[in-house]
């Protein structure tokens, strides 16, 4: 699985394989700019592959490229409901989580992005698409544009109106009137996503790029690269943007390949001359590019190495499809029986035992570490790192617990988040009860962290604090029996809290309150599923965002076993 570093000028491509697919994505700024706002991501295990590309400029479009990507990957990666559905939710999900964000800074103001997802399974592709991003399906030598770009150009050269290049020349080329961000939108509203379902043969390829290709370079030269480096998707990538830099780069450029594994045989089997043993490629500019196509007889050899290295990968891309938890679902919105999956380490994950330490694991890694908590009881206070993903291997099994040693003080944290980016806390149990007094299960501040799946419970100050600047989310989790807040947002903090159960909190006569939200913060909630409240709970949110809150969320009294009913999900511009 692999997302765009946005924090390089140019990504490193990272082919991954698995039975029926190659794939390969890159990214770069371009020849004329400093600043990279595009992002991709490509998860082999999941069929999922999106790129995307920011508008509003410097920080702005690469912030709202990055939650997008965030809140695509939160709803994809959580594989329940039709495919459809989902890419339609997770796109509408984006759009309003960055027009929220839009609002709170004044440097975000009109933030927005294009897009393009594709999920493919079982012989097909499922698109999503918003704006002037694309996606290509190559087969039997001809390129097929599956998108329609939502610019007035666009509309214009999908009608014939103007050829391609002079659609390449024009002048409001960069004009889209659909995007990612600057107005609100519900996932059913029909002016908004292009859903489409094609076939995706074994034999097909598609590609999904961003305007700084397509505006550079025509869509038979991208057939043609890609018909001649078939088989290697690194080298199709490369070559596709080396390709629009060599042409100017006026823009950043990213492209994802995805390729069948029929492909490469056929298409070579169609452009190899009749009796001639090999072939020497070169690419539409009468560079060389490499090595030429081997013998029939050493290509099946090839073919079946390349066939057992597809199967290793099918079961290597299985457990990599594990090491995303399955997100909790509260009892009375279950629509299926939701399997609890546990995760299959990687080989270069650290594991911790149930005899060894947790925050001693968290101080010795990397950047970039995963590091698996094996079944058992932890007492401990943990300190988040940057860049560290902590998962609990098995849901729910770990559990988390202050030392009976730690000081009895209302501002304690079993788990603590401070001044931190790209941090994932993933399927603990955080306990606390008289032996092991728990004042606040997670303290987090000014820190840009994601906590899915979790259950705390005996927390006599809060289950979570937030505080402070960050993209602060809470997905798919249990706070329930605190005699303290379940949640307390302070200090102008937006967390973003969505698919939660909330359960008998605020038990205590010391407690505030189930939830305290301080004036001055932006919280968002979502789809969660409060027991024993109601919006006039939320008394210093303004009535607008209470509304919205009763919309977006479920409200039941105590007692209750199911909703009875469900709440609704939540111009043309000039990108550069």
Known sequence: ??????????????????????????????????????????????????????????????????????MLRERLERETGPVSNRVREAIAIANNEIHRLASTRPE??????????????????????VGDTRLYRIREDRIEKITRDHSPVGE??????????????????????????????????????????????????????????TDLVDSSSIARTVSRLAGDPGAVVRALIDAANDAGGKDNITVVYVEGEGFAAQTASRHAPEGDATR????????????????????????????????????????????????FQASWLQTSPVAVTPVVPASDDRIVLPTGSIAAAI???????????????????????????????????????????????????????????????????????????LPVGISVSDSAISIAD????????????????????????EIRDNPGAAIIV????????????????????RSPGALVIEKATAPLFYRNVFLGLNPDSFATLDAA??????????FLPAGARRPNRAPAPSRTQRKR
Not at 495 to 509: Q, T
């Open 1 to 70: 699985m692999t997302s765009v570093d946005p924090d390089t000028r140019r990504s490193r491509t990272e082919p991954s394989h698995r039975r029926a697919l190659l794939t390969a994505g890159l990214t770069d700024a371009g020849a004329q700019r400093e600043v990279n706002e595009d992002r991709f991501h490509l998860d082999v295990a999941r069929g999922l592959f999106v790129v995307i590309d920011g508008v509003g400029g410097q920080a702005a479009g690469g912030k709202a490229a990055d939650v997008a990507l965030s």
């Open 108 to 129: 975000w103001e009109g933030m927005a992005c294009v897009l393009t997802v594709a999920v493919v399974q079982d012989g097909k592709a499922t698109i999503g698409h």
């Open 156 to 213: 214009r050269e999908d009608a014939r109106e103007l050829s391609e290049s002079q659609a390449m020349r024009h002048p409001r080329r960069n004009e889209v009137y659909r995007d990612v961000g600057s107005e609100p939108h519900d996932s059913g509203d029909p002016n908004f996503i292009d859903v489409d379902e094609i076939p995706f043969e074994s034999d097909s390829a598609l590609l999904l790029c961003t305007d700084g290709l």
């Open 280 to 327: 020497r490629h070169t690419d539409f500019t009468g560079r060389p590019a490499g090595a030429g196509v081997e013998r029939s007889s050493a290509r099946r050899r090839q073919g079946v190495r390349l066939a057992l290295v597809a199967l290793l990968a099918l079961v290597i891309g299985i457990a990599v499809a594990r090491l995303r938890p399955q997100w």
């Open 363 to 437: 101080r010795d890694a990397p950047e970039g570490s995963q590091i698996v908590v094996e079944p058992g009881e932890y007492r401990e206070q943990l300190v988040l790192k940057d860049h560290v993903r902590v998962v609990s291997r098995v849901p729910r099994a770990a559990s988390i617990r202050l030392p009976a040693t730690a000081p009895d003080a209302e501002t304690v944290p079993a788990v603590l988040a401070n001044g931190l980016s790209a941090v994932e806390l993933v399927g603990f149990r955080i306990v606390g009860d008289s032996a092991t007094p």
């Open 454 to 477: 979790v259950e705390i419970t005996g927390a006599t100050g809060a289950g979570i604090e937030f505080s402070g600047r960050g993209a602060m989310t809470v997905v798919g989790s």
């Open 490 to 509: 302070r200090n102008g903090a937006s967390p973003r809290i969505a698919h939660n159960s909330f359960v008998r909190n605020g038990l205590s006569e």
């Open 545 to 554: 965002a209470r509304m919205a809150l009763a919309r977006d969320n479920w």
